[in-house]
């Protein structure tokens, strides 16, 4: 339980700059600061349920934190905890809730797991919300000479992601080509499709003005590798991005487990009209399945996925 | 408005930076207007509830701390009303983070903030606001001209510049009234080039910042060091970076002689090791391309504030201060060191100056002391644990004798509440720590708004 460092928390707070259940509640308590100071000062997970789970996992606070607080791995651990104690025999006679809590999500909470190693992984937001992107995304792939064979497609499985968020299960990091959802690559040690397209502008059309939504879990949680690609489009089109001052990605939330199983989801057309805010931009371009959904449902601009952008 | 007792809720306020006081609040308010905190305030006056207002929570001793009673949590009240291009009229809520970003898309900057952007308008308002450019502009308090203020009686008003109120309210330390919403300066964004420069001696270091300073030549300047082995004369440009006849040392000179120093002093080796360890870290930060672009500093507060917290924070944020006349710098900087060795193996002195204009009233009773000079001088001396912890009394000692420090140089503190609060009338007199007292009884009856941090309640005086 060493990873578990909260005792590590100085309380300087810049965890809560960019934390969007902050931004939309303005409660220290369902920040990164808040569980730390709340496990410091002795509370267990029962007490701390509102917390765990108004966090996204977005990954800002692990970015920004000074003393390297593993605050995503808290969230996780803490998720785990209450659900061992749903799970449990009931002694009380009063029932136990052994249903899982986002039973809502519907497939993609299957626990069939892919046994194949698959070349792209599409995610269950394009294959159920999205799959008109499916063609433009296998074509981009056959244009830089990677194999565009949807395995999960076929199949219909589940990847886990979600039950990893969920703390109904351990992340298992299966091999896989291509990923075309970030928050497959919980469960997937693949490369992403979005920085592939970073690496292959040329194939697209992007003609300024537009807003870039970088995938926040990626740019946040691997910040040295992921910030100068994003930011190397920014430079190149001078778009409006979703990075703040400290040049890291702010979220919608419709990419996390929340906004994805529609519970405890945080207002994620609020979001969206903040990250707008200051963008006159009318067309808006992402590399994030569910972001591109809530952008094209909340934003009233031309929403496009980047492989909607091919030349 | 939303009151909350759950425990979670209240844990996540029961301490502040400096965390050395701890306790639980009864209750936590969260006040999304200034109609909100006018109505938790004329309430607590009624039932002599005690009141604890809280922003960015930074005090470091344990000022904005509460115990029995409500904590009035004012972050929520955080939005930019309007700006005009020269001022900007926001909620006293707001964190300087916040301003900044509100502002970054008009082309405009705040002009002077405390360098941790998590600090709130409100809250920096009433304690004064230092920033690497206040030689130039002056503390945060400064930048302030019209005000939105609920009394502690519950009453909402404005107030401008000239108004006595706005001056009790202004460096006031949250004695006098709430600040909830402010008309601050603003002016056009200019990214920064920063460039250090390194001397062994800390007199002419600080020579060369008054230097600097009196001649109004930088846009930015400030003195950190380590211990007192390597000292860094920090200089900002908002236009091309200028030469000046500085008695700095090159890097290369700077190694040299603190190689000298410490080659016949076997016990010195220890803190060699430690100066290397620390320049290590510390030089690839101020290059990381996240902060530098083109050679500039961008966003000069978020890469401040990001580094400070990396580099000099930690479980315990113990930084007391000396506030004191150009003529004491160098003694109280001194006299300082002297203390800091002999309570801590490592340390740093963070020292700035602020410009003053004048004479106004609320420098009364303030971090700004009093003195005809245009400009006075701040240093704070703050261990480097290290990993190391030490007792609370220990720490209490060390803060006593820098502030003892002052006692016998003359000048003001910067964090004089909370549980520095014996040393007030020791400092300011008597006579002057009364008025003000009966100025707050008068205005807060009941003397429910941040009770004990500054005066004594009437039962206890």
New interface residues.
Partial sequence: MSELNFGDCIGCGLCILGCPAYEETGFDLLTARGRNKGLQAGLDASEMTESIWACTLCGYCDAICPNDVHNVAIVLSLRRQLAAVRLKPDTTGEGVDVQPRLSSVGSGFSRTKAVVEPSLVLGCTIRERAAHLIPSIRDFLTRIGRSSDAADAASGACCGSLEVEAGRGMPSKSRAGVVADPICLEQYDAEFLGVLAMQHLELFDLEPPFYYYAPHRLVNRDHARMYPLYDGLRRRFDCDMNFDLNRLARSTSAGSLQGLSGEHALDIPAAVARLLAHSRAERIVTCSPADYLAFKAYSGRETRYITECLR | MLL?T????R???????G?IVYR?PDAVV?A?CPEDVAEVLHRAQHNGTPVTCRG???TTEGESVGGAGILL?V??M?RLIDCDGATAWVEAGM?W?EV??AL??LGLDYTSAPL???STVGGTLGVGGIDVNSPRHGCAADQAVELEVVTPTGEIVRVKEGDDYLERVLLGYGQFGVITKARIKVRPYRPMTVRHFLYTDVGVALADMMHLVEQDAVEACAILTLRDDVVALILGFECEPQDFPLRHLSERRTIATVACRFALRPWRWRDAGFLRRRQAELLPSLHN??FVRDGCVH?RA?VF??LI??QW???R?VIPDLAITMSNFETAARRGIAVCKRYFPYFTLYAVMIRKFGDRPRYEMSAIPATDDPHVCGIEFSPLLEGADYSPDHYQRFKNAIYDVGLELGGSYYRFGGVMKPYIRRMFGEDLVNRHRAMKLQLDPAFILNPGVIFDAPEAA
Avoid: E
């Avoid at chain 2, 759950?6 to 809720?9: L, V, W």
């Avoid at chain 2, 844990?11 to 930076?17: F, I, K, P, Q, W």
């Fill in positions: 909350r759950d425990r979670a809720s844990a996540c306020y029961r301490t502040d930076g965390q639980f969260h999304r960015g929570g930074l949590d972050k929520g955080n964190t983070y900044a970003a970054r898309p941790n952007l998590l391309p996240l966003d978020v504030s990001r917290w990396r924070g930690g479980r944020v």
